[in-house]
């Protein structure tokens, strides 16, 4: 078990930020901006691209699926996003982007034999994770695969990112944290600054509410930093976040986990000479530090 949790923290750090260049990629921005986005800020199309999969939802069920974003906050950008593009008309502008990106990542690279192989096999880890009760992967997979290696390629890293998503928002509320909980108790074990946290738009006093709350149970001390039942706690929900994803990487096999971790590598460095991705995200991916026994 403890194998494959740690294979799943493994292959989330591969594939996490290409999947998250769709969010921050000039391309994506040029895309959001063609179909009518303010790109000004990077909501409107965040929430198109993220959301667009769900179909026309309004703001509950965008609140209730993102989680850590206040409702207020949803509510400026849904269900106004599709008043600027349909649903159907977003899925196909974020192909476009990604196309666009990863072609300008790797050139001659992107239709080679490498990438044929990595789509190949992320594929098949997409099609093995369990899509019960995880809303978010299942529309992403719902919406079948692109016939181009590079786009499949992205289109699985989705689903994977998205199905332990939905698994770590189940061992978020297994702990008792409400989403500015959430947060709070992430920010206090030093994955990111509060200050990074601010576009999901929870107030001031909504905020040291929720930190109060966490001091209550013994998760924070008075400074806002995690106490050492804090950490155990926020260790544990990394664990079964961790054990919720393992199931498509146990179909996969670890040899050939560590394969497409090969495969993806050469993508995976471009993202980041780019500097497309911000020096410091909300996600703690270097912060967030698990020991298994």
Same mark, same amino acid.
């Given at each position: 078990?403890?194998? $494959?949790?740690?294979?799943?923290?493994?292959?989330?750090?591969?594939?996490?930020?290409?999947?998250?260049?769709?969010?921050?990629?000039?391309?994506? $921005?040029?895309?959001? !901006? !063609?179909?009518?986005?303010?790109?000004?800020?990077?909501?409107?199309?965040?929430?198109?691209?993220?959301?667009?999969?769900? *179909?026309? =939802?309004?703001?509950?069920?965008?609140?209730?699926?993102? $989680?850590?974003?206040?409702?207020?906050?949803?509510?400026?950008?849904?269900?106004?996003?599709?008043?600027?593009?349909?649903?159907?008309? =977003?899925?196909?502008?974020?192909?476009?982007?990604?196309?666009?990106?990863?072609?300008?990542?790797?050139?001659?690279?992107?239709?080679?034999?490498?990438?044929?192989?990595?789509?190949?096999?992320?594929?098949?880890?997409?099609?093995?994770?369990?899509? /019960?009760?995880?809303?978010?992967?299942?529309?992403?997979?719902?919406?079948?695969?692109?016939?181009?290696?590079?786009?499949? +390629?992205?289109?699985?890293?989705?689903?994977?990112?998205?199905?332990?998503?939905?698994?770590?928002?189940?061992?978020? +509320?297994?702990?008792?944290?409400?989403?500015?909980? !959430?947060?709070?108790?992430?920010?206090?074990?030093?994955?990111?600054?509060?200050?990074?946290?601010?576009?999901?738009?929870?107030?001031?006093?909504?905020?040291?509410? !929720?930190?109060?709350?966490?001091?209550?149970?013994?998760?924070?001390?008075?400074?806002?930093?995690?106490?050492?039942?804090?950490?155990? *706690?926020?260790? /544990?929900?990394?664990?079964?976040?961790?054990?919720?994803?393992?199931?498509?990487?146990?179909?996969?096999?670890?040899?050939?986990?560590?394969?497409?971790?090969?495969?993806?590598?050469?993508?995976?460095?471009?993202?980041?000479?780019? *500097?497309?991705?911000?020096?410091?995200?909300? +996600?703690?991916?270097?912060?967030?530090?698990?020991? $298994?026994?």
């Amino acid at each position: 078990m403890t194998q $494959y949790q740690a294979l799943a923290r493994r292959m989330w750090h591969q594939l996490e930020p290409v999947h998250a260049s769709l969010y921050f990629a000039p391309q994506a $921005y040029e895309e959001a !901006a !063609a179909l009518g986005y303010d790109v000004e800020s990077r909501w409107p199309s965040y929430f198109a691209w993220r959301a667009a999969p769900l *179909g026309a =939802v309004g703001p509950e069920l965008v609140t209730a699926t993102f $989680y850590s974003f206040s409702p207020r906050t949803t509510a400026e950008y849904v269900p106004a996003v599709w008043a600027t593009a349909a649903p159907d008309k =977003v899925v196909a502008a974020r192909l476009r982007a990604v196309d666009r990106t990863f072609r300008a990542l790797l050139g001659d690279r992107v239709g080679g034999p490498d990438i044929a192989e990595a789509a190949a096999l992320a594929k098949e880890a997409a099609e093995a994770a369990p899509l /019960a009760a995880r809303p978010l992967a299942a529309a992403n997979r719902d919406l079948g695969w692109s016939d181009e290696p590079h786009l499949a +390629l992205w289109q699985a890293t989705m689903v994977l990112r998205e199905q332990r998503g939905d698994g770590h928002l189940a061992a978020l +509320l297994t702990a008792g944290l409400d989403p500015c909980e !959430a947060l709070v108790s992430f920010a206090g074990v030093g994955a990111a600054p509060k200050e990074n946290f601010d576009g999901r738009g929870w107030t001031a006093e909504e905020w040291s509410a !929720a930190a109060g709350r966490l001091a209550e149970r013994g998760w924070l001390d008075t400074d806002g930093n995690a106490t050492e039942r804090g950490r155990q *706690g926020r260790d /544990a929900i990394e664990r079964q976040t961790d054990e919720l994803a393992a199931a498509p990487w146990r179909a996969l096999g670890a040899e050939r986990a560590e394969r497409l971790a090969e495969l993806v590598h050469p993508l995976l460095a471009a993202v980041f000479e780019a *500097g497309m991705l911000p020096a410091q995200s909300t +996600l703690g991916i270097a912060a967030v530090q698990v020991t $298994y026994a």
